[in-house]
């Protein structure tokens, strides 16, 4: 594990749960790219980045935190994948659902690239699915009849 690129790491998770656009930026390569999976957003560079900032912190008022029993871990290049946690409410108009103001829990994994020292890529991936049925309705309604289903 590189211990600056660790410190990078914790600054950038800091700032993000700040909301603080400068400082997250700041810890952010100028060719970067963050890519939602669940979602298909991709944004290119820091003016993207603040796009994929202000979109989720327009719309989830939610922090990030690493919970008891899920993992990070460094790869033998310097890349860095980890196990998260967002929790926060509903607040703002989310793929054409309007703010319910619902409390949303969703575990996500994340995978880091650097690049000169900085954060270079971030891609995320998440259960889009139980994020919409946390926050108003079941997007796939014949989910509700699993006889096994746990409750998501």
């Not at 800091?14 to 669940?38: I, K, S, V």
């Not at 993207?48 to 990070?72: L, M, P, S």
């Not at 989310?94 to 949303?104: C, D, K, N, S």
Request: with cysteine; aromatic share 10%.
């Amino acid at each position: 594990m590189n211990p600056d690129l660790a410190a990078l790491v914790r600054r950038h998770v800091e700032a993000e749960n700040a909301q603080d656009l400068e400082a997250t930026l700041a810890t952010l390569h100028p060719q970067c790219r963050f890519e939602d999976h669940a979602t298909g957003q991709v944004w290119h560079g820091r003016d993207g980045a603040a796009a994929h900032y202000r979109q989720w912190w327009t719309t989830f008022d939610v922090t990030v935190k690493r919970e008891t029993g899920q993992i990070g871990g460094w790869t033998a290049e310097d890349g860095y994948l980890a196990e998260a946690t967002w929790r926060g409410r509903h607040v703002g108009p989310f793929l054409g659902i309007a703010p319910t103001g619902r409390p949303v829990v969703i575990p996500f994994v994340v995978v880091l690239g650097f690049r000169d020292g900085l954060m270079s890529s971030e891609g995320f991936h998440y259960d889009l699915a139980s994020l919409l049925r946390q926050i108003g309705g079941d997007p796939i309604p014949a989910l509700s009849a699993l006889e096994h289903r746990a409750a998501a």
